[in-house]
């Protein structure tokens, strides 16, 4: 699940990933963006923004928590 907003880029993409939390995505595959790991999603869905219409495909593990919570909440047995 989608829980916070990137802290860091320009105001579009800031603005953009704000408008993506609560949304359930399933990731399928983890890439490298420079220092930064992005999960390629299962389901890309398209939106706006900044008026041009673009294909959402992956979103960065920063702005992700499973939704069974947070890793360092769980107990390994």
Do not use: N
Not at 16 to 35: P, S, W
């Amino acid at each position: 699940m989608i829980v916070r907003a990137a802290a860091s880029g320009d105001e579009s993409y800031r603005k953009y990933t704000k408008r993506l939390i609560g949304k359930v995505v399933t990731v399928t595959k983890r890439e490298m963006q420079g220092a930064e790991v992005c999960w390629t999603i299962r389901s890309p869905f398209w939106m706006r923004i900044d008026g041009e219409k673009t294909r959402v495909t992956g979103i960065h593990d920063s702005l992700l928590q499973p939704i069974r919570g947070a890793a360092r909440d769980l107990e390994v047995l």
